[in-house]
């Protein structure tokens, strides 16, 4: 299997001491973990960490602008890190906020070099914190994930995480989710970290809705520790619970991730 997203310590919320060696450590170890594409946090290349955890640049698009240049630089490091692992099955990608706006956090300029390009809500002012009614976070959450699936990603990262944490959800919006993810090519993932109840209730909707209509469904161990490499345990018993087997559900590939494209994976 494929793990379509995990991180090194470029990103700030990863131990420091986890890296792209310790990825092929247990590739070359564990039989079912076929490849891993680290998708380290854009927040994390393009901003200081007291910028980052503001989380301004959500409100404000030009926070970007303010440290593209620097992030840029960054974001070449990260990337020329793979170099050593090109012929292996460590694949280079980014995990990315949406501003308010639609503005994906990174320079477009390097899509064709993220593969893939995984698109995430950690948060949006329009919360709880701030005072805002259940109705309208929902509303905004809904129009922002919709909006970021149109906006070129490849996958949606743990699609209900932060709704979760505000609000009941309910199947009517799963399925919403889900079917505009399916008519748009962007694939669901099932996400293995920080899952509570309220999670493992709605990815058990999104597995079910997505086996169901064909939706494209990719796998995320998102590891943050060297421990958790390689860990598909919740994957596994999610697709146990919901009486299915990898078979029965569109499994995202690197081929067509590949494909989609126009490159050749490496062999």
Not at 30 to 53: K, Q, R
Not at 112 to 122: F, T
Not at 176 to 195: D, M, R, S, Y
Request: contains cysteine; hydrophobic residues 35%; charged residues 25%.
């Amino acid at each position: 299997m494929i793990d379509f997203h995990s991180h090194t310590n470029f990103s700030y919320c990863a131990d420091k001491d986890i890296d792209l060696s310790d990825y092929k450590k247990e590739i070359d170890k564990n039989p079912i973990l076929d490849g891993v594409c680290i998708t380290d946090h854009g927040m994390s290349i393009y901003f200081p960490n007291e910028v980052a955890w503001t989380w301004e640049f959500i409100r404000n698009e030009y926070v970007l602008d303010q440290h593209i240049d620097k992030g840029n630089a960054r974001l070449e490091e990260y990337i020329n890190l793979f170099s050593e692992y090109k012929n292996s099955s460590i694949h280079c990608g980014l995990e990315v906020e949406m501003s308010e706006n639609g503005r994906l956090i990174y320079d477009p300029f390097y899509r064709n070099r993220l593969i893939p390009l995984i698109g995430s809500v950690h948060f949006l002012f329009s919360s709880k914190k701030y005072g805002f009614s259940l109705c309208d976070i929902l509303n905004e959450w809904t129009y922002h994930t919709e909006r970021l699936i149109c906006s070129g990603i490849d996958i949606l990262a743990h699609p209900f995480r932060w709704i979760c944490g505000q609000s009941p959800v309910d199947y009517r919006l799963v399925e919403q989710i889900v079917k505009c993810a399916h008519k748009e090519g962007v694939a669901l993932e099932i996400n293995g970290h920080n899952v509570t109840l309220p999670i493992y209730d709605a990815d058990k909707a999104m597995l079910n809705i997505a086996a169901e209509i064909g939706a494209k469904v990719s796998f995320g161990v998102d590891a943050h520790r060297k421990e958790n490499i390689g860990d598909f345990s919740y994957h596994m018993k999610l697709l146990n619970d919901c009486g299915l087997n990898i078979r029965d559900i569109n499994l995202l590939s690197r081929k067509e991730l590949y494909e989609k494209h126009g490159r050749q994976l490496a062999t």
